[in-house]
């Protein structure tokens, strides 16, 4: 059965150095999403993206965020400059009708 | 703006059934989720329901929404120890983003 998957499972950075995740979303899904969720707190939505655009964002997805899918395949999300707040588990997820499918995430722990 | 709550800790023996119950603010919440999350892992959907209907039924899930009340709640069936996990409500409208609202997760615990 087809997934979405993530890399890295876990990246460790300084803060004020750039992050990049990345997602492999399901094949013939068409709408892409990134969501995070810090540590004993809600999973919230940072974004959405469909046809190479961004097609909303929430509060918390500032000028320090960018995503986008360099090669068709994967779809990315950029942090420019990381802060101690910035530590989260990443999750990318992809929908297809009604359905948001997650992938593992990336737990990303700014020091 | 939207919120989802949902307790925080539920504690069942194994064989008996599971309910976990949300509350939601949003009226225009179109589609209600339930997903899993075992421990490391992602968030796997488990089942959805459309808010036009009243239940929905998979396996050994019963979803029970009451749209009045905005009240959803999952009810697990002879719950296993495999059922241990986080479970999270969410809802989403039928326009613009789709983006999920997420509960905080209730943490199931199955005791043999």
């Known amino acids: 059965e087809p997934e979405v998957t993530q890399t890295p499972s876990h990246q460790v950075t300084q803060m004020g150095q750039e992050v990049i995740l990345r997602c492999v979303p399901i094949s013939n899904h068409l709408y892409f999403y990134w969501y995070r969720q810090i540590l004993g707190q809600k999973v919230e939505f940072l974004v959405s993206f469909y046809n190479n655009e961004i097609s909303e964002k929430s509060e918390i997805f500032d000028d320090q965020f960018s995503v986008e899918r360099p090669d068709g395949s994967n779809f990315t999300l950029k942090i420019r400059s990381t802060k101690l707040e910035d530590s989260a588990m990443y999750f990318c997820?992809?929908?297809?009708?009604?359905?948001?499918?997650f992938g593992p995430g990336t737990r990303l722990t700014v020091l | 703006g939207e919120d989802v709550e949902q307790s925080l800790f539920l504690s069942v023996r194994e064989g008996d059934s599971s309910v976990i119950n949300c509350t939601y603010t949003d009226s225009s919440s179109t589609y209600l989720y339930w997903y899993k999350q075992e421990p490391g892992a992602g968030l796997q959907l488990l089942t959805y329901?459309?808010?036009?209907?009243d239940m929905k039924q998979d396996q050994r899930l019963t979803v029970l929404l009451n749209k009045k009340d905005k009240h959803l709640s999952l009810r697990i069936a002879d719950t296993q120890t495999g059922d241990s996990a986080i479970y999270f409500c969410?809802?989403?409208?039928?326009?613009?983003?789709?983006?999920?609202?997420f509960g905080s997760g209730t943490r199931l615990q199955v005791q043999p």
């Open positions: 997820a992809t929908r297809k009708g009604n359905e948001q499918f």
């Open positions: 329901i459309f808010s036009n209907m």
């Open positions: 969410a809802e989403n409208t039928d326009t613009g983003r789709r983006a999920l609202t």
